[in-house]
């Protein structure tokens, strides 16, 4: 058992860690953060591969070039991250065909417009309906080509901006970076925790952060809160902050006692879980184009969403020969659950339809398991297009003692890196205006006394 401090942070992503230095800055510096992983940032992971540093989750800073800055960008720039442009509208100008024959453009850009057409006819079907118009609508046309398949993947698992105005765009602008820096995107975060915690030789060594601790009971009254890790021991305070992904929050591992009232476990139900993977391939000599606008490329396949999208490496780290594939959902789940070189086999059959049978073989892949990850399970919330509004309003709220952080509770910026960064400001302003409420509340009821 430890004394009871003022407040406990669970999870030491960027929500995580930004909600404890706003909590810090304010004057709470008896605060607790316990981490179940054995390392802060959460899904910001970089990892050794072939040398290099590469990032396993987050991998761009999107939104930037507009009318507000991006604060995630503001970060980057302050702590010297190198990044690089990225632009992938030009993918669908190199969608190859399955005997390794690039589409023509007329051809990707009539199949581009239809899928377009299709996904706005879908959104104003939707509308439709929630406005009680019940009027026979016409259906949007399922794809059924590889061409149209490849291109209903990029739009609704990649782009998604031309279906819906996506927030992060419009407030921040539509370009985006990828992070190429060895120290990888995760230096912001410790940029962010060096402010309030105490570092040596570039490690935080200060002891409010534990490692290896996986929360698995939290007892909320009134008057505080225990938190018990799988360890064995027990933590108390008057607050705390959860900062677990929706995944996690929708699994068994956290038990509440009392248990989670019906609204808040219906919300927490309702949203996606999103399941995107990169994975990294390496090679012993570059076979793929290079040059303006071929950083991203695709793959036709009559099963939708099999190894269709593609990046070169050359931009970030020239002469890298490293190549990424982008799974998302079933197919994630599917890759996860059979061994490495089996994905390698599909991979490089995939590679030799698009380039021919002199590919030489990867000589390592690098397979990052988001939905078998307890501590993850999966990459990003998706909000339902019906009924956001509550759904969101209803996963933010405070339960208790208890008050809720991290990417999924973003009205705005669900999913992304800014989107943690944001909230984990915005709930610890919160807990710090109910602090003050409790403080005054016992000044009050001092004077009866
Ligand atoms: P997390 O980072 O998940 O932090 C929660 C922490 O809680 C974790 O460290 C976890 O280990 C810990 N935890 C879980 N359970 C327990 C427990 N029981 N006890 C103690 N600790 C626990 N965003 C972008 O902006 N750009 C991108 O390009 C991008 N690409 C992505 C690609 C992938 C593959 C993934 C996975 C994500 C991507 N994202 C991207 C999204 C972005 O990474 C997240 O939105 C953001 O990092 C989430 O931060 P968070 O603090 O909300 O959650």
Redesign the pocket.
Known sequence: SSSRCSVII???????ISAAKVLAENGVDDLLI????DR?????RKEDFAGLSVE???????GVGGKESNP?WELACKSGLRTCFSDYSNARFNIYDQNGKIFPSGLAAASYSKAVDSALQELRNQEAKLCGHFTASEPPSSPKTPIDLAIDFILHDFEMAEVEPISTYKDFGEREFLVADERGYEFLLYKMAESFLFTSEGKIVDSRLKLN????DLQHSRNGVTVK?EDGCVYEANYVIL???IG?LQSD??SFCPPLPKWKMEAIMTLDVIV???IFLKFPSKFWACGPGTEFFIYAHERRGYYTFWQHMENAYPGSNILVVTLTNGESKRVEAQSDEKTMEEAMGVLRDMFGPDVPNATQILV?R?WSNR??RG??SNYPILGAKQTFADIKAPVGPIFF????TSEEYS??????YL??IDTSKALLEEMRGEGERKEESKKFL
């Open positions: 669970i999870g030491a992503g960027v929500s995580g316990l981490e179940a992983s802060i940032g959460g899904r910001i396993l989750g987050a991998g761009w800073i999107v995630v601790k996986v929360v698995r890790t900062s677990v992904s996690v591992l956290i995107y993977t990169k990052p988001w501590f993850q990459s990003y952080t991290g990417e999924h999913g992304y890196v800014h989107g943690g909230t984990g």
